[in-house]
């Protein structure tokens, strides 16, 4: 192979490198763009259960919870963690208890969702995806730096 060739082949590795690096990057940023929005509707919802804002959002706030709740395995099933991500090796090393994890907040958002279209103990249902979300910070989400 000619100098120009192996030049040519040394830059199509590092261009190959760094698109992985920043790849990767992106799912970090995805993930944490995903549990961000979560914990807003969940601080939204706080909020609003408190008596600091109207109850004509409740609803929205509920559903976008479920939503995202039902993201959150999904957002994890590639095993990239980047400098600025929280996310512990227990993530895949212990798939099937994040996978419990993540089903429990499921359905900790799904019964959230389904008092407040009933007129249930909204506030119980709270309490309990505040735990679902401790629980799995406790298992998978590291202290910050």
């Known amino acids: 192979m000619s100098k120009i060739g192996r030049t040519l082949a040394l ?8 698109g992985a690096a ?6 970090v940023k995805y993930r944490q763009s995903v549990m961000k929005a979560l914990g807003g509707h969940a601080g939204a ?10 109850r004509d959002h409740l609803a929205g706030h509920a559903q976008s919870i479920r939503d995202l709740a039902h ?5 994890f099933e590639q095993r990239v963690a980047g400098e600025d991500s929280r996310a512990k090796p227990a993530i895949w090393d ?11 907040l499921q359905q900790s958002a799904d019964a959230l969702l389904s008092a407040v279209r009933s007129g249930g103990d909204v506030g119980e249902r709270m309490k309990a995806l505040g735990g679902s979300c401790k629980g799995c910070h406790d298992d998978f989400r590291a202290d910050e730096k």
Do not use: P, Y
Request: net charge positive; glycine share 12%.
């Open 22 to 27: 920043h790849a990767n990057e992106g799912v």
């Open 11 to 18: 830059l199509g590795v590092c261009l190959a490198v760094l």
């Open 45 to 54: 919802t706080g909020q609003i259960l408190r008596g600091n804002a109207s």
């Open 71 to 75: 993201m959150v395995a999904a957002a």
């Open 94 to 104: 212990n798939a099937a208890g994040f996978r419990d994890a993540a089903a429990k």
